[in-house]
């Protein structure tokens, strides 16, 4: 199964992922762990331009992301995929749906259809977006920011509503789970989510 988490900045993406993966390989899965962007040479090259680079224009920063993710799916997810390995993945291509779509108002349409190009359509079996208020979530972060977190808190509420809004658009493969709850207990959700859905 290919498995996402989705959500804004330090909303616990990368904790849920990892007790994900340690939940699975408990149990003998063979399992890769990647995140986005990232994952692959390439896409930690690209990773530091578009998180600390300057002066990006809006579709430069979205084609980036999906070059990222291209290379990310050629190099790790469809060979993990294909020798029936588990994937988790921190991030997809719902935030580009969300930060570069609806957050950089590049529409939501636009930016799918370039990266279902990028991906060759693959498409998660089920994400989780960890949702969090936006200022719960800045305060989880502390005084670090990449170049997106320091968009400053109008955009990241855009983000959030635009997640939220994908979540309504595609119920069966998205699911919200509260992220103001114990990490433990979202773990135990998104367990329990994939049970019933397997």
Not at 15 to 27: N, W
Not at 63 to 84: H, K
Not at 110 to 123: D, K, P, S
Not at 146 to 171: H, K, M, S, T
Request: aromatic residues 6%; charged residues 30%; glycine residues 10%.
């Amino acid at each position: 199964m290919f498995v996402t988490f989705e959500g804004v900045d330090g909303s616990g993406k990368s904790t849920q992922a990892r007790l994900l993966v340690e939940a699975l390989r408990a149990e003998g899965r063979d399992v890769v762990a990647t995140r986005e962007p990232g994952g692959t040479e390439l896409g930690e090259r690209v990773r530091d331009l578009l998180l600390h680079g300057n002066g990006l224009s809006p579709w430069a920063e979205a084609t980036l992301f999906a070059a990222a993710r291209a290379q990310l799916v050629e190099e790790v997810i469809r060979p993990a995929l294909a020798r029936g390995a588990d994937v988790v993945c921190d991030r997809y291509l719902d935030s580009s749906l969300a930060y570069q779509g609806i957050g950089r108002e590049l529409g939501v349409d636009r930016v799918l259809e370039l990266n279902l190009v990028a991906t060759g359509g693959l498409l998660p079996d089920r994400t989780f977006l960890l949702d969090l208020p936006v200022d719960e979530a800045a305060r989880r972060r502390g005084g670090d920011s990449d170049r997106l977190e320091a968009e400053g808190r109008e955009f990241a509420e855009r983000v959030g509503i635009a997640y939220r809004e994908l979540a309504a658009a595609f119920p069966r493969r998205i699911v919200r789970v509260d992220a103001t709850r114990p990490p433990e207990e979202q773990a135990e959700i998104v367990r329990a989510e994939l049970r019933d859905g397997s």
